[in-house]
């Protein structure tokens, strides 16, 4: 049973965000592109990983959590909770040859052109969850098997022999996995209510981080965005609709959607100056009627007041 559903992290919203907002010839736009591509990389093997529990035909009661994170530190790609054991998932979207040096915990790849690069063991940070939430469970009163597992959800990733003896398979191979895991690990340690006790009991201390791209409002283009044209002009508020200014197209989200860029790279919360410096209006009854018809919360009174924008 899917409880908690995958979504893409806050990261991954404001980078692109960002994609929308920074000017191309920004110094740092490369770096938030690159930052990009690999966090777009890492929801697209999640999302892949996701779509095997499909075939998973567990003859037991058991709930699926994603990505569920504790105290911003400890950020779990899937949570299998079972009666007899909870299994933590740690998923990665690799292409390349892998080689791991056990000794000094080192994990590289090796590019088709034959160019080394060295990343985060996600041995150790398996290990460090699943140590975690054993604390986290008993502390709560559960005493049970605490299993964890590296997902490689790109065929493409080739394994030396160097990982033969760790906890690592591709993704073809985790429903035979689990199938496995339930035959060694038979013992019931809770009861189904329990279990749906454990679960609103995590789903209780999940705390998804924020994070800050530390770019300020000044370097961002203003204005709501045509989507029609990728994004590189802006619409224009006239008789009552949002018009590009260069393809002439009504789109209604680039509105709504500005307002999200708003929220995710400067703050929550809005002032009608700022509305009007942001969408470029000079009128601000057009701007208070606005933000009047969004029925947004507002904070404070008269010229301090704010609107807190809603999340989609």
Sequence with gaps: MFVKQREKSFKQLVLEALDRRLPKDHARYEYFQEMLRRVRAGYAGEQHVDKVWQEINLQ????LLHDVEFQSMYQMDTLLLTQNFVLVLEIKNIVGRVEYMKEKHQFIRIHADGKVEGFRNPFDQVKRHARFLSKFLYERGYVMPIKYLVVAANPNMIMSVSLSSQPILHVSGLVERIERLLKQHQTIYIDKEELSELCTYMLQHHKPSQWNSTISRNELRKGALCSHCSFAYVVSYMYGRWRC???????????????QDYRLLIGEQISKAEFCDFFNMSSERAAYYLLKKLKFKA???N???KYIIRAK
Excluded: M
């Design 60 to 63: 037991q009661p058991y709930i």
């Design 245 to 259: 200014t260069h393809c002439h197209k009504v789109d209604e989200q680039a509105f709504w959607h500005a307002l």
């Design 299 to 301: 904070v404070g009174q």
């Design 303 to 305: 010229k301090n007041r």
